[in-house]
């Protein structure tokens, strides 16, 4: 079982910067890949990026390239997603979720997911 929890986010004007932190609790969380989704208003929650249980691997949608990183550490039970270079269309509920396999981008591989934390990018 992993509870996870989500933070950090806010509002930003285009252009700046946000990192959000997903806090998980158990103490298999090394054994999980992780992910963020994201869902904006209207929309269906798309995937965004994925970490590997071994770091170093990593996974992006095209949108976010270049522009975000997805980190964790293993010995604080924690992943991150740095956002640079933010965009009023990266406006979304931001939610971390835990899978048992490799890298994924389906939500139905992904067996825990947090609450969400809103992020704001205004024009």
């Known amino acids: 079982q992993v509870q996870l929890a989500e933070s950090g986010g806010g509002l930003v004007q285009a252009g700046g910067s946000l990192r959000l932190s997903c806090a998980a609790s158990?103490?298999?969380?090394?054994?999980?890949?992780m992910g963020w989704f994201r869902q904006a208003p209207g929309k269906e929650r798309e995937f965004v990026a994925a970490?590997?249980?071994?770091?170093?691997?990593?996974d992006y949608v095209d949108s976010v390239k270049g522009r975000f990183t997805i980190s964790r550490e293993n010995a604080k039970n924690t992943v991150y997603l740095q956002m640079n270079s933010l965009k009023p269309e990266d406006t979304a509920v931001y939610f971390c979720?835990?899978?048992?396999?490799?890298?994924?981008?389906?939500?139905?591989?992904?067996?825990?997911w947090g609450q969400g934390t809103q992020v704001t990018v205004s024009s």
């Open positions: 158990g103490r298999t969380f090394s054994s999980y890949a």
């Open positions: 979720a835990a899978s048992n396999k490799w890298l994924q981008r389906r939500r139905s591989e992904y067996g825990y």
């Open positions: 970490i590997s249980w071994v770091p170093g691997n990593t």
